[in-house]
């Protein structure tokens, strides 16, 4: 059975960045079943290339700033659009800044990883994360000593990366660091480091287990106790929903995600194709439900008029919207949704559409709306939700374009402005601030 132009728009939103009318058009003959599976495969994704700067004797925040820019471009381009969008979730999830990892090769690796198991699976990923060398600098555990213990990523590691807040107690957030006591990194090697002698291997208890932990075991308990593999699928099936559909997701969609997850030994793929084809991910409340991040805004607009990243400048911009690749504000790394909507934000989302304006004009090329004056006002409209992909326009949104052009269009020697100021205008819809 064809899908609704509606529905492939906003499945093509929320597992990638947006979409052209024509990426629309082309699913429209497909079941939703289809189109999800084929979003899924990433078959064809090769293995990036290096960003050339991070060879090179630059300071390391312009070789960051190299790697912001690297990968805004790769997901404006990306012709699997799911990778991007998971590697930017669990940058949001296991995350380090360039604010205390004052090394761009840690962070780099780290993306990299990220990019790895962006499909793949949860388990392994964890391990990896734990053992990382951006993330060992980040929260300290280079740090952690059996006479000298550390807490910060054995919290992390319960409260925010794997079980949540209130599913574990204090003498829990202990036996964790224990166990995670003598896994350095050495800086010299830029490697992660097992040092024996550091190791805490007394016995302790957590979670209600008695056992001389040590790290890994940590991690290997809880996806494999079957009581507390619920909690972690819960825990990662709240934040896929929230990330993907809209936040305080209901009891049954958490159940039944973390059932998938649990019954597919924690593949990230089979849980995101159920998230998909859940009744809910269709509803009002969905397509309703969440704000752009910064990040996917620009990248959005830069696929709908066709500039580059580089050329526009942007990463002062995202920044400036609240939202700064491999710099999040904490280990929690960013707020979803409402967090987004400032006036700050607002601000400079208003300029980045001025500038997309006039930097199409320094490229010498037209807007794409280009020529629109030769149409009437309900075809210029109808071509501005075409080439910025909104397929279903609120009345209000039809409505404040069609009064603008009026008026425009009653004001003489205007019309040389008019397809650059209507994009610029049409940019601060809400449809284009809602993902």
């Not at 709240?238 to 209901?250: E, G, I, Q, R, S």
């Not at 009744?279 to 607009?301: H, I, K």
Request: net charge neutral.
């Amino acid at each position: 059975m064809p899908t609704a132009a509606e529905d492939i728009a906003h499945l093509l939103r929320r597992a990638g960045f947006g979409a052209t009318s024509a990426r629309v058009a082309q699913y429209a003959p497909y079941t939703r079943e289809q189109i999800v599976d084929s979003i899924l495969d990433n078959s064809s994704v090769g293995w990036p290339e290096t960003p050339t700067a991070l060879f090179s004797n630059l300071s390391q925040w312009e070789k960051v700033d190299s790697m912001r820019y690297w990968w805004l471009e790769r997901m404006v381009t990306a012709p699997v659009p799911i990778v991007e969008k998971m590697t930017l979730f669990w940058h949001g999830h296991f995350t380090a800044s360039l604010d205390k990892v004052h090394d761009a090769e840690y962070l780099w690796r780290m993306h990299l990883a990220h990019r790895v198991y962006a499909l793949g699976n949860i388990r392994t990923m964890a391990q990896d994360m734990a053992v990382q060398p951006a993330m060992l600098w980040y929260l300290d555990n280079e740090e952690n000593y059996a006479e000298s213990p550390n807490q910060n990523f054995g919290r992390e590691l319960l409260e925010l990366f794997l079980l949540g807040v209130g599913k574990y107690t204090e003498p829990d957030v202990v036996a964790c660091t224990r166990a995670w006591t003598g896994h350095h990194l050495n800086r010299i090697t830029k490697l992660y480091e097992f040092r024996a002698k550091y190791h805490d291997a007394t016995p302790s208890t957590f979670l209600g287990e008695t056992r001389a932990w040590n790290g890994p075991d940590i991690i290997n308990f809880l996806f494999d106790h079957p009581v507390h593999r619920v909690q972690v699928a819960r825990h990662f099936a709240t934040k896929l929903w929230t990330f993907f559909a809209y936040p305080n997701p209901p009891e049954a969609v958490i159940a039944g995600l973390a059932n998938v997850m649990v019954a597919g030994g924690f593949e990230v793929r089979p849980v995101l194709r159920a998230l998909l084809l859940r009744d809910e991910f269709w509803s009002v409340t969905a397509r309703q439900g969440l704000v752009r991040s910064p990040v996917e805004y620009v990248v959005n607009v830069l696929q709908q008029v066709g500039l580059s990243a580089t050329f526009m400048q942007v990463t002062w911009m995202v920044e400036s919207m609240g939202q700064n690749l491999f710099s999040p504000p904490n280990v929690s790394g960013w707020r979803p949704n409402g967090y987004w909507l400032s006036t700050a934000a607002a601000s400079m989302k208003h300029e980045f559409a001025n500038a997309i304006t006039w930097r199409l004009e320094q490229a010498n090329r037209a807007t794409p709306l280009e020529p629109i004056t030769s149409l009437s006002v309900d075809a210029a409209v109808a071509r501005v939700f075409d080439q910025l992909g909104v397929v279903a326009p609120s009345d209000r949104s039809r409505a404040v374009l069609t009064a603008w052009l009026v008026t425009q269009r009653a004001t003489l020697y205007q019309g040389w402005a008019e397809g650059r100021q209507m994009l610029a205008l049409a940019l601060m819809l809400p449809e284009m601030q809602l993902a």
